[in-house]
């Protein structure tokens, strides 16, 4: 997350199946786990996005794992709990500006 937050970006959120079809696009269909902006922030909440809104398990077609931890990483189509200090590869986001 500070990475992310140091180049003017966030940890990546998805909002649908297509916006994770597309990341995937991009990384062709990748092999390893990387970090979104998805956690338990504290325990006994719900799975929440870095932007404070609830993981919507209808709208995206992949399941949640029943990993450890409390930090979200995305391999392929599917989303896995690790501990949040895993050495892992983070994927960041930023808004689209105007031109």
Same mark, same amino acid.
């Given at each position: 997350?500070?990475?992310?937050?140091?180049?003017?970006?966030? +940890?990546?959120?998805?909002?649908?199946?297509?916006?994770?079809?597309?990341? =995937?696009? *991009?990384?062709?269909?990748? @092999? #390893?786990?990387?970090?979104?902006? +998805?956690?338990?922030?504290?325990?006994?909440?719900?799975?929440?996005?870095? =932007?404070? *809104?609830?993981?919507?398990? @209808? #709208?995206?077609?992949?399941?949640?794992?029943?990993?450890?931890?409390?930090?979200?990483?995305?391999?392929?189509?599917?989303?896995?709990?690790?501990?949040?200090?895993?050495?892992?590869?983070?994927?960041?986001?930023?808004?689209?500006?105007?031109?």
């Amino acid at each position: 997350r500070e990475d992310c937050g140091h180049r003017g970006a966030a +940890l990546v959120t998805l909002r649908d199946q297509e916006e994770l079809d597309s990341i =995937n696009e *991009s990384l062709r269909k990748p @092999g #390893r786990y990387f970090w979104i902006g +998805l956690s338990v922030p504290l325990p006994g909440m719900g799975w929440t996005w870095l =932007n404070g *809104s609830s993981l919507e398990r @209808g #709208r995206l077609l992949q399941h949640l794992g029943e990993g450890q931890g409390a930090c979200a990483a995305l391999k392929g189509n599917r989303i896995d709990p690790h501990e949040c200090d895993a050495g892992l590869q983070w994927i960041c986001q930023t808004e689209s500006a105007r031109i």
